[in-house]
């Protein structure tokens, strides 16, 4: 199993940036995603989830109007598109899922800074 984040950047209050989780080594379309979060010095929280099929999405109150998840089964990824960042939004961003038996699994992170 291997989930690799990519699209973590610099940005300024209000920008906008899309991030993408490469999935491989296991059936994709049959797991519900997830975007985390983690700000330095505070636990991770939970941020957003997508159903296998792509068809329900729940957010953190956080972010709800302004992050958007998705995924595309045909090519294993799923997706974090973020408007109107918020330096509160600067934090390391992992995908994650979780499988019965082996628990959950997480990428490596992709760091995301908001800052003028």
């Known amino acids: 199993v291997q989930l690799v984040e990519s699209g973590g950047d610099s940005v300024q209050p209000g920008g906008s940036l899309r991030l993408s989780c490469a999935a491989s080594g296991f059936t994709f379309s049959n797991y519900a995603m997830s975007w985390y979060r983690q700000a330095p010095g505070k636990e991770r929280e939970w941020v957003a989830d997508?159903?296998?099929?792509?068809?329900?999405?729940n957010y953190v109150d956080s972010v709800k109007g302004r992050f958007t998840i998705s995924r595309d089964n045909a090519k294993n990824t799923v997706y974090l598109q973020m408007n109107s960042l918020e330096p509160e939004d600067t934090a390391v961003y992992y995908c994650?899922?979780?499988?019965?038996?082996?628990?959950?699994?997480w990428g490596q992170g992709t760091q995301v800074t908001v800052s003028s």
């Open positions: 997508i159903s296998s099929a792509g068809d329900s999405r």
């Open positions: 994650s899922f979780w499988r019965q038996g082996p628990g959950r699994y």
